[in-house]
């Protein structure tokens, strides 16, 4: 099938009092239709990244890709926070990381994630002086 589109930014993901909530993955909306462990993620006919997370790969657009654990997990964590800004701190907290050099960390691995997303790249967003949203 063709799959949902992983959707825009959730305004109900905001609270006025400024506390996260989380988007499932486990979320219909953004599941394949036909296979609950894939994410569709549709920008043009001729552009398609698909994230299988049983396998833990990614399809650009028909190319396979396997990402390190780090950029999975990395990715994973972005998705479930889709839209939202998150420090480079939470990220580091989320992977397993503590201490101060773990935002260093999660910066090079940000960087290894785009560079492995490609055409996709731009979906990881800096935003200057605090962390990363993942916009699609």
């Known amino acids: 099938g063709q799959g949902h589109i992983f959707s825009s930014i959730d305004p109900e993901a905001y609270h ?5 909530e989380h988007c499932d993955i486990s979320d219909p909306q953004i599941r394949d239709a036909d296979n609950e462990e894939r994410i569709v993620i549709n920008r043009t006919d001729s552009e398609t990244l698909i994230v299988d997370l049983q396998r833990q790969e990614l399809v650009i657009n028909g190319v396979i890709t396997e990402p390190t654990n780090r ?3 990395l990715l994973r964590y972005l998705m479930e926070n889709k839209g939202i800004i998150v420090s480079k701190f939470q990220i580091a907290k989320a992977l397993g990381e503590y201490e101060q050099t773990g935002t260093d960390s999660v910066r090079i691995t940000v960087l290894r994630l785009r560079k492995r997303l490609g ?4 979906t990881i967003e800096t935003v200057k002086y605090f962390g990363y949203r993942l916009n699609v």
């Open 71 to 73: 950029e999975y997990e």
């Open 16 to 20: 006025a009092n400024n506390t996260v």
């Open 119 to 122: 055409p996709f790249r731009d």
